[in-house]
């Protein structure tokens, strides 16, 4: 239908089919006829249009007045907007004798049927509102989304599914794959066993039996292999399911078999390890254990964040903290384990007996104890302590021992991390007196401090062992020793790292008024102190038994003698034999410095290996001292001046050359450097020769870290 009006007023002339020819007609060129306006077709039909296609049609207005017509609206006044868009071409004029065109595009959303209206707005005095209507179906879409070569409109039954489509294959899943509407019989799986008869369910209205299904004690084939097989011994333990074997996979569960601590229910009594022959809640195969199975009153005490009080101290119930577990420990089992957590305000004080405190999980991480505020963890005046797997921090004490103190008592520490303690005096993490500090399994020490002596630990009058510890940042920056100081006593450290300590003597080490030690096979690295020994400082060393030897001392400052060892006080002695030092720098005298200020005939410095120092002199012995220097290598030192021996002869066996070393580099970074001897280097069997030097496999000293007695 189209509607025609002239300005004349005569208004209603309706024509059918003629009328649309004229419109395109017009459109194509052919003028209108004079004084009409005419708007058309007035019903837009498109038919059938796929899901995610779309179709378009066209109303032609055509303005053969001879005065222009504004085109005022184009607006859907009934249906989906989404469904039907409605493009005017942003005309809003048709001039005198021309042509415009309104263009409808249907997008189906489903498939179903749609339907709408737009009304046409001019300001033609006699034409007025001009109504469209619109319908259209959605139909199936004919585009192939799963990209087998079928889409909706060719009868895909899934488009999302590229296995699924007319003519395919039946695959064993449940479903129409070829899209005939029917799904086989034998794709179902009518008992839910996640198995269908196409994938060998023998029975799909039992959910016992499919393929893979454990036996049963029934008499049927529960696993689908053709026999009911349910009496076999399948792990050759003598015992089938049905004689009640609860692992038929597993060799060590069966009825009756002794329970061992190997994770297998061994005795299929339901639980795995459950060994506990005297009923006190604590098995022998825990990670606590018991100490006495046979009984019931000796067992550890177990201690949780999240434990009470009134706990029994088993894993089942742990108390709430290692106070209290201390009460509870009996004469024979002397351990309390904790659970993983950490514990606020531990102050524990020891005075006798024997007791080991550690973590559960054998991880010092997972276990954190921070300590009371203003005080150490524990305080032992007496008796034997060892601390295993836990981490200290936190502890604040004005006296010696910021997380630790032990006087005239004995102390373990095994895989132990202590870091940010301090202390107003000495030993920034640990101090011990008159006693034993052994150490064990690397323990850690970062970031403590003390306000004299040990930034880290002060041993004083005690005996030490400490086998692989690390030591980094600490700090006694008035004081001796920036991670350790052992003042008296004896003392065997060996094995360890001491990186970026500081103090203002001894960076790393301080040794004091003791002779009785051994230091071997550590890494100093990068250590400083204000005044001498950017490294080790030994003061007033009065034993030619104590020995410094196989250690790697790199790039260590001293603000005075000494950037990697100075020894110092009024006299010493001591050996310092077979050490390699690199990228040391002192201020005063000497990579080595000996500057006692006695004779320090003691003081046997043999068999090192210098390069790349930075100071006056490689090493340097004062001039009143008659130490002995023999077998030294000193190369690339800074200065050019290798030995300054106060005015005194140098020995000829110490020497200026090229020591050969693997590679050495000026970066301050240690980490960069192999500091073994090439296998040209002279100073492979030039050291001291004599047969208590000899290296290991008993030919002539090496001199540096690699040779002697001590070498690994």
């Given at each position: 239908?189209?509607?025609?009006?002239?300005?004349?007023?005569?208004?209603?002339?309706?024509?059918?089919?003629?009328?649309?020819?004229?419109?395109?007609?017009?459109?194509?060129?052919?003028?209108?006829?004079?004084?009409?306006?005419?708007?058309?077709?007035?019903?837009?039909?498109?038919?059938?249009?796929?899901?995610?296609?779309?179709?378009?049609?066209?109303?032609?207005?055509?303005?053969?007045?001879?005065?222009?017509?504004?085109?005022?609206?184009?607006t859907l006044t009934d249906g989906d907007s989404d469904v039907f868009d409605i493009d005017k071409h942003d005309v809003s004029t048709v001039t005198a004798?021309?042509?415009?065109?309104?263009?409808?595009?249907?997008?189906?959303?489903?498939?179903?049927?749609?339907?709408?209206?737009?009304?046409?707005?001019?300001?033609?005095?006699?034409?007025?509102?001009?109504?469209?209507?619109?319908?259209?179906?959605?139909?199936?879409?004919?585009?192939?989304?799963?990209?087998?070569?079928?889409?909706?409109?060719?009868?895909?039954?899934?488009?999302?599914?590229?296995?699924?489509?007319?003519?395919?294959?039946?695959?064993?899943?449940?479903?129409?794959?070829?899209?005939?509407?029917?799904?086989?019989?034998?794709?179902?799986?009518?008992?839910?066993?996640?198995?269908r008869v196409c994938q060998g369910d023998c029975d799909d209205n039992n959910n016992t039996r499919y393929p893979g299904a454990p036996e049963l004690c029934d008499g049927l084939d529960n696993d689908c292999d053709g026999s009911a097989n349910e009496?076999?011994?399948?792990?050759?333990?003598?015992?089938?399911?049905?004689?009640?074997?609860?692992?038929?996979?597993?060799?060590?569960?069966?009825?009756?078999?002794?329970?061992?601590?190997?994770?297998?229910?061994?005795?299929?009594?339901?639980?795995?390890?459950?060994?506990?022959?005297?009923?006190?809640?604590?098995?022998?195969?825990?990670?606590?254990?018991?100490?006495?199975?046979?009984?019931?009153?000796?067992?550890?005490?177990?201690?949780?964040?999240?434990?009470?009080?009134?706990?029994?101290?088993?894993?089942?119930?742990?108390?709430?903290?290692?106070?209290?577990?201390?009460?509870?420990?009996?004469?024979?089992?002397?351990?309390?384990?904790?659970?993983?957590?950490?514990?606020?305000?531990?102050?524990?004080?020891?005075?006798?007996?024997?007791?080991?405190?550690?973590?559960?999980?054998?991880?010092?991480?997972?276990?954190?104890?921070?300590?009371?505020?203003?005080?150490?963890?524990?305080?032992?005046?007496?008796?034997?302590?060892?601390?295993?797997?836990?981490?200290?921090?936190?502890?604040?004490?004005?006296?010696?021992?910021?997380?630790?103190?032990?006087?005239?008592?004995?102390?373990?520490?095994?895989?132990?991390?202590?870091?940010?303690?301090?202390?107003?005096?000495?030993?920034?993490?640990?101090?011990?007196?008159?006693?034993?500090?052994?150490?064990?399994?690397?323990?850690?020490?970062?970031?403590?401090?003390?306000?004299?002596?040990?930034?880290?630990?002060?041993?004083?009058?005690?005996?030490?062992?400490?086998?692989?510890?690390?030591?980094?940042?600490?700090?006694?920056?008035?004081?001796?020793?920036?991670?350790?100081?052992?003042?008296?006593?004896?003392?065997?450290?060996?094995?360890?790292?001491?990186?970026?300590?500081?103090?203002?003597?001894?960076?790393?080490?301080?040794?004091?008024?003791?002779?009785?030690?051994?230091?071997?096979?550590?890494?100093?690295?990068?250590?400083?102190?204000?005044?001498?020994?950017?490294?080790?400082?030994?003061?007033?060393?009065?034993?030619?038994?104590?020995?410094?030897?196989?250690?790697?001392?790199?790039?260590?400052?001293?603000?005075?003698?000494?950037?990697?060892?100075?020894?110092?006080?009024?006299?010493?002695?001591?050996?310092?034999?077979?050490?390699?030092?690199?990228?040391?720098?002192?201020?005063?005298?000497?990579?080595?410095?000996?500057?006692?200020?006695?004779?320090?005939?003691?003081?046997?410095?043999?068999?090192?290996?210098?390069?790349?120092?930075?100071?006056?002199?490689?090493?340097?012995?004062?001039?009143?001292?008659?130490?002995?220097?023999?077998?030294?290598?000193?190369?690339?030192?800074?200065?050019?001046?290798?030995?300054?021996?106060?005015?005194?002869?140098?020995?000829?066996?110490?020497?200026?050359?090229?020591?050969?070393?693997?590679?050495?580099?000026?970066?301050?970074?240690?980490?960069?450097?192999?500091?073994?001897?090439?296998?040209?280097?002279?100073?492979?069997?030039?050291?001291?020769?004599?047969?208590?030097?000899?290296?290991?496999?008993?030919?002539?000293?090496?001199?540096?870290?690699?040779?002697?007695?001590?070498?690994?």
């Open positions: 239908m189209v509607y025609t009006a002239g300005r004349d007023g005569n208004m209603g002339r309706v024509w059918w089919g003629s009328a649309l020819l004229l419109a395109v007609a017009c459109k194509q060129g052919t003028a209108p006829e004079i004084g009409e306006l005419t708007i058309g077709p007035t019903e837009l039909a498109f038919g059938v249009v796929g899901v995610g296609s779309s179709a378009s049609l066209d109303i032609t207005l055509d303005n053969g007045d001879a005065t222009d017509v504004a085109l005022l609206s184009v004798g021309t042509s415009a065109v309104v263009t409808v595009t249907f997008w189906p959303e489903d498939e179903q049927s749609y339907s709408g209206q737009l009304q046409i707005r001019t300001d033609h005095e006699d034409l007025g509102n001009v109504s469209v209507s619109l319908t259209g179906r959605g139909g199936p879409s004919d585009a192939d989304e799963d990209g087998d070569g079928y889409s909706l409109a060719d009868g895909d039954c899934d488009d999302g599914n590229a296995d699924i489509h007319p003519g395919a294959d039946e695959i064993c899943d449940g479903r129409d794959s070829n899209c005939d509407g029917v799904t086989p019989s034998d794709e179902e799986d009518t008992d839910g066993d996640r198995y009496n076999d011994d399948l792990d050759s333990d003598g015992y089938s399911i049905c004689d009640g074997d609860c692992d038929d996979n597993e060799g060590r569960s069966y009825p009756n078999n002794p329970e061992t601590c190997d994770g297998v229910d061994n005795d299929c009594d339901g639980s795995a390890d459950n060994i506990d022959a005297d009923g006190d809640g604590h098995s022998v195969c825990s990670a606590t254990g018991d100490c006495d199975d046979n009984d019931p009153n000796a067992y550890p005490i177990t201690v949780s964040p999240t434990g009470s009080a009134t706990g029994a101290g088993t894993d089942a119930d742990p108390v709430d903290s290692i106070a209290t577990a201390l009460t509870m420990l009996d004469t024979t089992c002397r351990l309390v384990s904790l659970l993983p957590g950490t514990y606020s305000d531990v102050s524990e004080s020891w005075s006798s007996g024997t007791v080991t405190i550690g973590g559960q999980t054998g991880d010092p991480d997972d276990v954190i104890l921070e300590a009371s505020a203003y005080s150490r963890h524990f305080t032992v005046t007496g008796g034997s302590v060892v601390l295993r797997e836990l981490t200290l921090t936190g502890g604040d004490s004005a006296e010696d021992g910021g997380a630790v103190r032990v006087t005239n008592g004995a102390i373990e520490l095994n895989r132990i991390v202590a870091h940010d303690n301090v202390s107003a005096l000495d030993g920034g993490a640990v101090a011990v007196l008159s006693g034993n500090l052994t150490m064990r399994r690397g323990c850690r020490f970062e970031n403590n401090q003390a306000g004299e002596d040990g930034g880290a630990i002060q041993v004083d009058a005690a005996t030490l062992t400490d086998n692989g510890s690390i030591y980094v940042s600490n700090r006694a920056p008035a004081g001796q020793g920036g991670a350790l100081s052992v003042n008296g006593g004896a003392a065997t450290v060996e094995g360890g790292e001491f990186r970026s300590n500081t103090a203002d003597e001894g960076g790393a080490v301080a040794i004091l008024n003791t002779g009785d030690f051994l230091v071997q096979r550590n890494r100093i690295f990068s250590n400083s102190a204000t005044a001498d020994g950017g490294g080790f400082s030994f003061r007033d060393v009065n034993d030619l038994a104590g020995t410094v030897r196989n250690n790697r001392v790199q790039d260590n400052t001293a603000g005075g003698m000494g950037g990697g060892a100075a020894f110092v006080g009024y006299n010493g002695a001591l050996q310092f034999v077979n050490n390699t030092l690199t990228g040391n720098d002192a201020v005063g005298e000497g990579a080595i410095a000996v500057a006692v200020a006695g004779s320090g005939a003691g003081i046997a410095v043999a068999s090192n290996v210098l390069e790349n120092n930075d100071g006056p002199s490689g090493i340097y012995v004062a001039p009143t001292a008659t130490s002995i220097v023999l077998y030294n290598t000193v190369y690339l030192q800074n200065s050019g001046n290798p030995f300054e021996f106060g005015g005194n002869p140098v020995d000829p066996s110490n020497v200026d050359r090229n020591p050969q070393l693997v590679a050495v580099s000026d970066n301050q970074n240690p980490d960069d450097d192999d500091l073994h001897l090439q296998g040209s280097s002279p100073e492979i069997d030039s050291g001291v020769p004599q047969a208590t030097f000899n290296d290991l496999d008993g030919s002539v000293n090496d001199r540096g870290w690699t040779g002697g007695p001590g070498a690994q």
